[in-house]
């Protein structure tokens, strides 16, 4: 028999298996006996079943996905689970997202099973509970009754607070999307009921609760979350998702019902190991079963930090990465890039380490251990190590590109930006199974093209042409969509500014700093306009300035505010803010000296030996905007211009010509004095540019005696 005919008949035998064993476990329970199909209209949410005790009865839909500061993240892997059913002492829990009490599919089927599977042969009648603000509980008194009455049972709604004696001769306990917690006591009440033989229903819709419940989240904190807590169950605030054109119907019955336990998801991973060894990348690409139950399993162990669960089920997954890393090593370790003809193996490694950044605490010494255990080194170990972003892209990345991006990063003042990860689609191919390598919080990707190897000119026609690598224009154009949702946005009044900048701009392209776009173009793409002027910023922040004031003075004042805002975004209301330009050796931030009025209002700034003034209307708009730049070595050209168009070197890039330079004077000021020493002291030790007066790499003693050395007036 050939290697491929072995393969064939190998999955076909475990698909017939996988069939088989389907259709065991749907005659084994009696809650989906008879059960295809469930359905409900509206919204979905899914749950998890943490506890190996659960049973995954129902799951469906496309995926699930979540929205997150940058942007919605799909949850790959398993179909969303929707009810799950398991023992707790002599006593019988479901828990579901929906209470299916539309009569769709097959939902009055399974309401009859899982009634009499709850009761288990206890009498007494149906109950729900009324008094904890149940979302569900007018429908649920309209259905209940009737199906009570034709078990021959009684029914009704109970109000006020459960007690043990309330609960007394009840068979089963319907507790349906409540969004009022129960009391400690009403929750030991039930589950000591449920553990004597109760049998009980409970419902939970996170994304409802989570959209109409800010700072809290369904996972936690949602009424039926905290009800079954200790039974290894949660809502999730997620939303369910079905393919185009496809009818909200969950038909994914036990044992495809994934439960999303991290426990099964190890094991699972595990087995798969075990059974393929080293070959596990040719495998996966071969093998649709095996590929399937890996991608699902590695997806699990993702939900935990990008679902908010509770810290134990976080701490467990985290832990089966770690298992995971240390027995499979030719698989996870960061030794290199793996083939590209293996993106589920690529893929699945990746994905571990994204999930085991994702789930460590985020403090400086946790992140240089996961770091230490990935071999990172240079620009990728501190783009983690200290601020938190892991890059995704199988170890490929140069050297040169990771350190564009740190170079951006490093610029930016502390706390202006949140992203969690950087992607570089391009080495990360689409396997045939969907691998999702998102997670929590902020995510970008950049393209994966070669510093130095093309640049662009981010100016429109009437500005000064300034060329940037591309490469570090499209990282900066992404860290700014971070910036943009993880600084901008949180911050009222910074958000209410942008919104109020790109309302005034409207839908004239001349209006804005990046003209040369069609008209409407940001009024569309609104998520767009601080991006696109990142790549000018990165480009020379001087010339974005110039830009502003040379449209102020065509009539046009909304430019010179965009650029007013960026300066304020970076400068978050301190006297300083950063621009950036390009050195011999690459690019290089510069600190801008901000004067601001009364009402913070930026009035003067600073760069260089340049100098741009600013007057507000009764309006608050800008009403005058001036330039004055000194021209040190007296050639008749003001400094900055001279520096732009060659005629003068400034091989640090901060605006000043290098003939002309007292590199000592560190705040420039004129003179080396108290102001700069003040400066040097705060810098010790560091690699601050400004202060390593002698190029050695670290603020120390020999800089502190340069410095010295030239107190007082600078000759210039």
Known sequence: MSLWAAIAMRTLLASIVCLLNALAALAQHPVTTGVTSLAQDGGHSPII????????????????????????????????????????????????????????????????????WLANGRPGPLVWTTGHQEWHGSSSGSVLPSLAASMGRSSYGLGGTVTASSLANVAVLYVLDPWANFTDSERTAILNWV???????????????????????????????????????????????????????????????????????????????????????????QDAAART????????????????????????????????????????????????????????????WRTLTDLTPDTAADRSAVAALANWTGPRLALYRDHGTVLVEDQRSST?????????????????????????????????????????????????????????????????????????????????????????????????????????????????????????????????FMASIANQWVSEGYLVMRLGRTRFAAGRRQPIEQALF?????????????????????????????????????????????TFQFAYGADGHVSSVTEASDDCNGNGIADAMDILTGGATDADADMIPDACECPQDVDRSGSVDGGDLAILLGNWGTAAASTDLDDSGTTDAADLAVLLAAWGPCAN
């Open 49 to 116: 079943a943490d506890d190996p005790a659960w049973t995954g009865l129902v799951a469906g839909g496309a995926s699930s996905w979540i929205s997150t500061p940058c942007d919605a993240r799909t949850l790959g892997g398993p179909a969303p689970l929707v009810a799950a059913a398991r023992s707790w002492g002599s006593g019988r829990i479901i828990f579901t997202s929906r209470d299916w009490s539309s009569n769709l599919a097959n939902n009055s089927t399974f309401r009859a099973n899982a009634a009499t």
């Open 195 to 285: 553990s004597n033989g109760g049998g009980l229903w409970v419902t939970a819709v996170g994304w409802s609760w989570n959209a109409y419940h800010p700072g809290t989240t369904a996972e936690t904190d949602h009424p039926g979350t905290r009800l079954l807590t200790g039974t290894g169950a949660y809502a999730v605030r997620s939303n369910v998702t079905w393919a185009s054109g496809q009818s909200q119907v969950f038909d994914r019955l036990a044992p495809s019902a994934n439960s999303g336990s991290v426990t099964a998801a190890r094991d699972a991973l595990i087995a798969l190991h075990t059974q393929f060894g080293t070959g596990i990348g040719p495998a996966l690409e």
């Open 293 to 352: 139950a890996f991608v699902n399993a590695h997806s699990v162990l993702a939900w935990g930090d990008l679902l908010g669960l509770p810290a134990a089920r976080t701490q467990a997954a985290r832990d089966a990465c770690d298992q995971l890393r240390m027995s499979f090593p030719s698989s996870y370790n960061r030794g290199g890039a793996l083939p590209l003809a293996q993106p589920t193996a690529l893929r699945g490694r990746e994905r571990l």
């Open 400 to 528: 040169a590109q990771q350190q564009a991006i740190l170079s951006w990063m490093q610029a930016i003042p502390p706390g202006r930006v949140a992203l969690e990860a950087i992607t570089f689609s391009q080495w990360l191919p689409a396997g045939q199974t969907t691998f999702e390598l998102s997670g929590p919080g902020c995510q970008v990707n950049v393209f994966n093209t070669a510093v130095g190897a093309s640049s662009e000119n981010p100016f429109p026609s009437d500005s000064t042409a300034r060329p940037c690598d591309l490469f570090s224009s499209v990282a900066a154009h992404e860290v700014m969509h971070a910036i943009d949702a993880t600084w901008i946005t949180p911050n009222a009044a910074f958000d209410a500014r942008r919104d109020a900048l790109l309302a005034d701009a409207g839908n004239d392209s001349m209006n804005y700093l990046r003209s040369m776009f069609t008209a409407g173009f940001f009024a569309t793409n609104p998520q767009e």
């Open 566 to 610: 960026m300066a304020d975004v970076f400068a978050n209301g301190a006297t300083t803010t950063f621009f950036r330009g390009s050195a011999t050796a690459g690019p290089v931030a510069r600190t801008v000296q901000l004067t601001r009025d009364g009402a913070g209002r930026i009035i003067a700034l600073r760069d260089g030996t340049t």
